[in-house]
């Protein structure tokens, strides 16, 4: 994942014109593809005769969500180094605690917030401490900043919605997300 956070960070420093829907258009054909070839003939078999017609909700939100942490991502990442965005996206545990207490119904127990705390103050410390070209974006786009603030939880939505979900076949999962 860090390797590709970087390349995707290399092709906006190297092309500053270029938009976050270029990149995930580029990046999606290019997926599609490469999943394409390797499910072939048993394609409908496999990503759609396999579902269970009651996870169709939550895979829909699965495809919603895996789209929108990408533009999330890459649209940060033009703004922002890999570093920041890294540590950003550390408090995506902390967001799935939240939501799986509200969404599956799980407890909390102290330790449990206790280590929320301790991790959301270091990353906040972070956050807070940036300085340089990085502090100004944070202070003068309002877009850029959210974008990479709203990640974490975009990606917590993912894997609380992939809890609801059954068992399903690995391409099935890799093909919609």
Same mark, same amino acid.
């Given at each position: 994942? $860090?390797?590709?956070?970087?390349? $995707?960070?290399?092709? #906006?420093?190297?092309?500053?014109?270029?938009?976050?829907?270029?990149? $995930?258009?580029?990046?999606?054909?290019?997926?599609?593809?490469?999943?394409?070839?390797?499910? +072939?003939? +048993?394609?409908? /078999?496999?990503?759609?005769?396999?579902?269970?017609?009651?996870? %169709?909700? /939550?895979?829909?939100?699965?495809?919603?969500? &895996?789209?929108?942490?990408?533009? =999330?991502?890459?649209?940060?990442?033009?703004? #922002?180094?890999?570093?920041?965005?890294?540590?950003? @996206?550390? =408090?995506?545990?902390?967001?799935?605690?939240?939501?799986?207490?509200?969404?599956?119904?799980?407890? %909390?127990?102290?330790?449990?917030? %206790?280590?929320?705390?301790?991790?959301? &103050?270091?990353?906040?410390?972070?956050?807070? &401490? /940036?300085? &340089?070209?990085?502090?100004?974006?944070?202070?003068?786009?309002?877009?850029?900043?959210?974008?990479? @603030?709203?990640?974490?939880?975009? %990606?917590?939505?993912?894997?609380?919605?992939?809890?609801?979900?059954?068992?399903?076949? /690995?391409?099935?999962?890799?093909?919609?997300?």
């Amino acid at each position: 994942m $860090t390797l590709n956070l970087y390349c $995707t960070k290399s092709i #906006f420093a190297a092309n500053p014109s270029l938009e976050v829907f270029e990149v $995930t258009a580029i990046k999606g054909t290019f997926s599609f593809v490469i999943t394409c070839l390797m499910v +072939n003939k +048993n394609m409908k /078999a496999v990503c759609w005769d396999s579902l269970d017609r009651e996870q %169709l909700p /939550a895979l829909a939100f699965k495809i919603t969500q &895996g789209s929108l942490s990408v533009v =999330l991502a890459y649209n940060s990442l033009k703004y #922002f180094s890999v570093s920041t965005q890294s540590v950003v @996206c550390s =408090l995506m545990p902390l967001c799935v605690v939240f939501l799986a207490v509200f969404f599956l119904g799980e407890k %909390l127990t102290t330790s449990n917030i %206790l280590s929320v705390v301790f991790v959301l &103050g270091a990353t906040l410390a972070v956050i807070l &401490g /940036a300085r &340089g070209q990085e502090q100004d974006t944070m202070l003068t786009d309002f877009w850029a900043t959210f974008s990479l @603030c709203i990640q974490p939880l975009a %990606l917590a939505g993912g894997i609380v919605a992939m809890r609801r979900m059954k068992r399903m076949h /690995a391409m099935v999962v890799s093909y919609y997300v």
